[in-house]
Structures are given as C-alpha cells and as structure tokens.
C-alpha cells in the first residue's frame, strides 16, 4: 500500500509526514474561517481567493525545493517536491469549483467568462498544465513515459509558474505588492536554473552566485514594478524606483525579494560552516 508518510524505500519519514499535515491547514484554516463567519463581507469570493493564492505560493515552493536542496545540503527534500506539486494542483482545482460555485455551477457562463477574460483564461491554461502534471507525476507514469520524455514534459511547471503569477497579478488590479514579489522570486528560481546548467559545476553553484542572483533578482523586481507604474498611470519610474531606498511608502518588493535572496545566501553559508565547525570541535576524554 502506498502512503504518503513513506519514503521511496518504503520506511517511514517524518519529514514526509510533516509536510503532508502542512499541506492541509491552508485548505482548512480557510474552511473554519468560512464556516465562522471570518471571511465576510463577501466569504465566497474570499475563499477563492485564498485557495487561488496558496496554489501559487505551492508551484513556487516546488521550484524552490530544487535550489534549497542545495543550498540545505539536504538530499531527502526531494521527497516532498512530488507531494507539493500535486497539492498546488488540488488547490487549482478548488480554486477553480468554488469559483464555478460563484457563478451557481452555470457551466456555460463559466466557460464564457474564461474565454472573454484574458487574467481568467491565463489560469485556466495554468489549471490545465498543473492537470497535466498531476496525471504524470505517479511512479508508473515516470517509467511509461520514460524519464527524458517524463522530465521535458515536468518543465512545463516553469510556464505554469508564469502563467499563475501572471494571473495573479492582472485580477489584483491595484493591490500588486505581493504579485510583484512572486515575479521577482520568479526572475531568482528561473536565474538559478539557467546559472546551475550553463556555468554550475554538476548543476551546483558557488554561494557566492547565490547572494549576486539577490542583487539581479532584486534589480529586475524594482525595474518591472517601475516601468508598469509608468505604462499603467504614467507615474515617473525614477519615483518609483526611489521609494525602493525608503520606507516613507513601505517596503516595496524589491527589497523583500532582496531579502530573501540575501538569506538564502546566509543560510547557504552557515550550513556549509556546520560540517567544519564539526570537525574543529575538540573531542572529550
């Protein structure tokens, strides 16, 4: 019998247990938070909202695991990246009945509304992509499709990813502060991989690659935000790019982004001095 809590041997893990658990309190957090009366005035609309939002906070773990496996120097992560990738996609497909819900189930309005709003047609195509991956991500898939084709096929999630942040960022209208912050982790996850294939040593980098793709990272977040300002209310990017150096307006994303990457870049550091501090410790008698 196959269950989620065990690892490719068949033994017990607890760090798949443990991420399992986490993967539900989301889901039902927001289910209490409905069932409360928490998620007013309009508490259908916020739930989905909230699940759209954990499946791209979901796709965007998965690609992380990949980097923090290295930078962790923890192997066994991979054992969760499966298990997040196809929680995102019942997240999608939550997100996805409950809007349908929204509209008393009338599949034909739904199916228009998709098809006329371009945000809504970009995270269905996304919706689409995260099925696709969900129905090939079984072990036996893997050996059917065989392990090239089952990885080029498992490369579409870097499209996905785009396709959700954009989807995000166009029904946010206004409130783009967090939106901006998943392109600028887009912009460092994508970085890492192009780094890790075409100068990375065995698909690794050196930390310092790490704290130098913060600074890009951060660069284009603070550029894109720019230039949409100046596209979507002609407001001058110099501004724009000036209140990155002040916290008059709040911490803008491009500094998050840069925080990030910067901590990615310490951790990485103090879990490679772990092994020498180990070494270096003196014994007892």
């Known amino acids: ?66 980097p923090l496996r290295q930078i962790l120097q923890w192997p066994r992560l991979l054992l969760v990246r499966r298990m997040t990738g196809v929680a995102a996609f019942a997240y999608a497909i939550t ?75 166009m029904q946010s209208k206004l409130e783009i502060w967090e939106p901006t912050i998943f392109a600028g982790i887009y912009a460092w996850l994508m970085g890492y991989r192009l780094l890790a294939r075409f100068v990375g040593v065995r698909g690794r980098l050196p930390l310092a690659w790490f704290a130098g793709l913060g600074l890009i990272a951060a660069a284009l977040t603070a550029i894109g935000e720019a230039f949409y300002f100046r596209l979507a209310y002609g407001v001058d990017p110099m501004r724009v790019l000036d209140a990155n150096l002040s916290l008059v307006t709040g911490v803008r994303p491009a500094v998050v982004v840069l925080g990030l990457g910067l901590a990615v870049a310490a951790i990485g550091a103090v879990r490679s001095a772990v092994p020498v501090l180990r070494k270096r410790r003196p014994g007892f008698a």
């Open 1 to 66: 019998m196959v269950v989620p809590w065990k690892d490719f041997s068949g033994r017990f893990s607890p760090l798949k247990l443990a991420v399992f658990i986490a993967l539900f309190l989301p889901a039902l957090w927001t289910v209490m938070a409905f069932g409360l009366g928490w998620l007013e005035p309009r508490p259908l609309n916020e739930a989905i909202h909230r699940f759209g939002l954990w499946t791209i906070r979901l796709i965007f773990i998965t690609l992380a695991i990949t």
């Open 95 to 169: 997100h996805l009945t409950l809007y349908s819900a929204d509209q008393a189930f009338d599949l034909v309005k739904v199916a228009t509304e998709i098809a006329v709003r371009i945000y809504l047609t970009i995270g269905f195509t996304a919706v689409l992509g995260l099925s696709a991956l969900a129905a090939t991500s079984t072990d036996g898939m893997v050996k059917r499709l065989g392990p090239r084709r089952w990885q080029r096929l498992h490369r579409l999630v870097y499209v996905i990813a785009l396709l959700a942040a954009v989807h995000y960022w």
